[in-house]
């Protein structure tokens, strides 16, 4: 780990079995449709390395409230400076275990249309997708050029900070997915944002916000830290989805490798279909 960025552990108990395969959730009392060589659908799409788990049903049965449930201070930060002096130099490591990166690069394999317009947001020198994996256009978009310049998936790239300026300068149904890689916990303006997602969108199209347990603790939104877990960072996701537009599905791949708290990153999906 980077000297600055933790890795905070989620409570343990029923949280650690949503990281195990299905055989161990069932062993577990926890109920699971699928079998070993089965895949789960996630907003219409087959990902065969998602699990049902506690996690893949954050958002089973939430009754939403008629407005958005979170103020200003829920999305401020400890640390509020600028993100370019906080991003300017370039970091080219990794945020999340191994394990969980190749569930990540797995699903974006199960997801991503072959030879679609992808935009991927807050990138940096990698967005994650399969080394094989080549789109039409790929627009890497993220704070530091350095990192942009060094993205093997991209076709072209723009430096942006989408916390002060959020609206995207794409035009309507522009792109068939938009990813975002472990950075929505950093996000202090995501209802306008993901209102912005949704409208570069084609329609059908298909948006990714992936996320783990580690962060820089000062950065992320007070929110993310209150609780610190994948099924409460899963809902308010969901929440960003269903308060920003009109969107069609929302759901969560939990693609988290197996293994046991503390011994794997966690990987969560929410993704959502226009």
């Not at 300017?88 to 679609?116: K, N």
């Not at 916390?163 to 995207?168: D, I, K, M, Y």
């Not at 202090?188 to 199209?205: D, I, K, N, Q, S």
Request: proline share 8%.
């Amino acid at each position: 780990l980077e000297p600055e960025m933790m890795a905070i552990p989620p409570f343990i108990g029923l949280l650690a079995c949503a990281h195990a395969s299905p055989r161990v959730l069932a062993r577990a009392g926890v109920a699971s449709r699928v079998c070993a060589s089965a895949s789960i659908s996630v907003c219409g799409v087959d990902v065969p390395n998602a699990k049902i788990s506690p996690i893949s049903r954050a958002l089973d049965g939430i009754e939403w409230p008629a407005a958005f449930p979170y103020d200003e201070r829920d999305l401020s930060r400890e640390d509020a400076s600028r993100d370019e002096l906080f991003y300017i130099v370039p970091r080219f490591v990794q945020h999340a275990g191994d394990e969980a990166r190749a569930e990540l690069r797995a699903f974006y394999g199960s997801v991503l249309p072959p030879g679609g317009r992808v935009l991927d947001l807050c990138s940096s020198w990698t967005s994650h997708y399969p080394a094989e994996y080549r789109a039409s256009r790929c627009v890497a978009l993220g704070l530091n050029p350095l990192e942009l310049l060094a993205n093997p998936s991209k076709t072209e790239f723009r430096v942006q900070n989408l916390n002060l300026e959020p609206r995207l300068p794409y035009a309507d149904g522009a792109f068939d997915a938009v990813t975002l890689s472990l950075s929505v916990d950093y996000m202090t303006r995501p209802l306008e944002l993901f209102a912005e997602v949704h409208r570069v969108l084609a329609p059908g199209g298909i948006a990714c916000m992936a996320f783990t347990n580690r962060c820089f603790p000062t950065k992320v939104v007070r929110r993310w830290t209150r609780p610190f877990t994948d099924v409460a960072h899963a809902q308010l996701v969901g929440a960003y989805y269903r308060y920003s537009a009109a969107w069609a599905e929302i759901g969560v791949a939990d693609i988290s490798p197996d293994g046991w708290v503390g011994q794997r990153d966690p990987m969560v999906v929410v993704c959502a279909r226009k």
